[in-house]
């Protein structure tokens, strides 16, 4: 197929096995079948150099279709395993959905090293053991508070990718003293994924800070369009550098991100990082489950709320007297919420828009 012709998109059945998956997967990238989509697209055809269409919310809520080509997402895949060391041979299993593209990327890499993913993704017991996996904040935690088989498997291999939100602190120090060689993240759908790594940045990719610290990606790895809103893309790229949503700065060479920018609250003409907020909270409560998120607020403008999962009963007022001594009064929770879990968006990602709503649904 001419890379310049339409070609058919057929939608991927979310059913199919690894195997599967990566069987359409490889004709897509070699322009021998259908590009593939991931997720709801209103597109029949697209532009022949891309090979997937991937639909993504963003905290805004508005649904994205982000184009990618064969051309940006094997870059991706080729410069993770050589970061990595990966060889031909080395295994990969799959443990994140295939409903976005950090699944994808396992099955790319795979088509790389010539091996099929070990689609782990139901189940149960102990882990066969593999080179490299990748994995959301959730599944360490998981690992560290119980599920021994995961563990072991977490452990046993060369390294573990972890993205799709950021890291605490002590989540990771608890994982480096259990064995587990971790290598943070950073990317996103539009980046085919992750193209940070540990801080540095992965073959062909280049990053910059701009004048508001918002960071700026640029390298073979970008998409081609949001198809389904092209001046939205025309505004997020700029001279050949995608802008992002996220604020971050670069110290020794490595990039350090600091906070979205949609997570800022302005309380009392105070900004206040969700980031920061949750951060400084994780460390000193690590076994904690939660998340930090806005409500507006007749007086404050916004304000800090904490969501809490799980059973764990934490002390609403030791928490507030630590934020506000760590971040002034602004700081002050004006409510907890109680929830079994975090509602999520994509992989790993707090839903905060649905957290403020069950907020002022359990006030009202």
Known sequence: MEPNA???????NPEWSARELMACLASALKYQGPALSLGQSQSKLVDGDISLVVATTGS??????????AAALIASAQASNKYLGAAVGDTWSLL???????????????LELKTEAVDLRKHQGEYPQVD????????????????????KHL??????????????DALRQKAAAAGINIVTTYGMTETSGGCVYNGQVLDGVEVK??????????GPVLAKSYL?????????????????????????????????????????????????????VQNRYPALTFAAFGVKDAQWGDS????????????????????????GPEAKPRGFLSIPELPLIGIGKVDRKKLAQLQQEATH
């Not at 805004?60 to 080509?69: C, D, H, N, Q, S």
């Not at 994140?96 to 795979?110: D, S």
């Not at 800070?209 to 990606?217: L, N, P, V």
């Not at 609250?265 to 206040?272: A, P, R, S, T």
């Open 60 to 69: 805004t809520g508005i649904a994205k279709e982000v184009g990618l080509t």
């Open 304 to 327: 800090l709320h904490l969501a809490i999962a799980g059973d764990v009963l934490a002390d609403e007022t030791k928490i507030t007297e630590f934020l506000i001594e760590g971040f």
């Open 228 to 280: 389904n809103d092209e001046s939205l893309w025309n505004e997020q790229m700029q001279d050949g550098w995608f802008l992002t949503s996220d604020f971050g700065r670069i110290e020794g060479g490595k990039l350090i991100v600091e906070g979205r920018v949609d997570d800022v609250l302005i309380v009392g003409g105070v900004n206040l990082s969700i980031a920061a907020i949750e951060r400084f």
């Open 6 to 12: 339409q070609r058919e998109l057929s939608a991927a």
């Open 96 to 110: 994140l959905p295939t409903t976005h593209v950090a699944g994808i990327n396992v099955l790319i890499r795979c």
């Open 132 to 151: 490299f996996t990748s994995i959301v904040p959730t599944h360490l935690f998981r690992a560290l508070n119980g599920d021994a088989h995961l563990l």
């Open 155 to 168: 452990v046993d291999a060369k390294a573990v990718l972890v993205g799709g939100a950021a890291l605490p």
């Open 209 to 218: 800070t701009m004048e508001d610290d918002r960071i700026a990606i640029s």
